[in-house]
């Protein structure tokens, strides 16, 4: 199985993994936050049902992203991947509005002490949560996909309020009657943190979409491999775009003056096949031929 589809398998199949615990820990904090009188927890559940949805949306765009190029698009369907983690933001973003906005109204009403056993559950939660961040984001690393790190900030998020809830609802019991709202206070803050992280994911898919200059190690790889390529005095413009899990090269080398076009054409081709079997990720290169100056 070759690089690029190992990549592919890893990014789906951690997706999966990601769904199947975000229905599993929905269902959990939901239950708990219900009859445990934790708006915290309820809050958290529904950012974790969210977080459903959104990687739902990762996997389609996954899967979408890494269909081969056709007539219609030639340099593939990876577009759709910075694409799918606007959608996942806007999820991000629903999400914090609606606890900071369910929060404020608990706040302003008066209701029971969170049960202490939530602490317990919440305890569970951040542990699994975080653990799901640290894997989903280094699958993202390995794949360099950037729906895979929105996905991963997702669990991250979700940490983040669950942290916050055991914050609220400690120091609710902790402090007792008066300080029944401190939970749906650490709700609100949670939504505050979820923002920001909206706001970190957004960044980098909108660079892609707008082929941001990201890329200087895959550059500076790029001209190292070429340099060991007979025939190629030097490199100079080298332009590189992601697309999904693949990248789009534009590659400027010189060459001697005195040679045939046949021999340029000869040397574009080799250069082309060496920096596919080093760089596996590069799913197409533009070579421009430019005679040495100095010859």
């Not at 199985?1 to 190992?6: C, E, G, I, P």
């Amino acid at each position: 199985m070759d690089s690029f589809q190992n990549k592919k398998l890893k990014a789906v199949s951690t997706t999966y993994l990601s769904i199947f615990g975000n229905t599993c820990l929905a269902i959990l904090k939901g239950l708990t936050g219900y009859f445990g009188n934790s708006y915290a927890l309820i809050a958290d559940a529904i950012e974790s049902t969210s977080d459903i949805f959104s990687s739902s949306l990762v996997l389609f765009g996954l899967k979408y992203s890494s269909k081969p190029p056709d007539r219609n698009h030639p340099y593939g369907h990876g577009k759709a991947e910075p694409l799918i983690t606007f959608l996942v933001v806007g999820f991000l973003m629903a999400s914090a509005t609606i606890i900071a906005h369910q929060s404020i109204q608990n706040i302003r009403t008066p209701h029971e002490l969170p049960r202490a056993y939530t602490l317990i559950v919440l305890g569970f939660v951040i542990f699994i949560k975080e653990f799901f961040f640290r894997f989903v984001a280094g699958r993202s690393k390995e794949t360099n996909s950037s729906s895979l790190k929105a996905d991963a900030w997702h669990h991250r998020s979700d940490a983040i309020t669950s942290l916050s809830a055991f914050i609220g609802i400690s120091t609710a019991l902790v402090l007792g009657k008066g300080y029944e709202s401190a939970d749906d206070w650490a709700a609100l803050v949670a939504s505050g943190f979820i923002l920001f992280n909206s706001y970190l994911i957004f960044r980098p898919a909108l660079g892609e979409i707008m082929d941001e200059h990201l890329h200087d190690d895959l550059v500076t790889k790029i001209r190292q491999i070429s340099s060991t390529v007979k025939g190629i005095i030097d490199t100079e413009k080298c332009y590189v775009r992601k697309t999904g899990l693949t990248y789009h090269v534009d590659l400027h080398v010189i060459v001697s003056g005195g040679i045939s076009v046949k021999e340029g054409h000869y040397i574009s081709h080799v250069l082309k096949d060496t920096l596919k079997k080093e760089i596996p990720e590069i799913a197409n290169i533009i070579t421009h031929i430019e005679p040495d100056k100095k010859n």
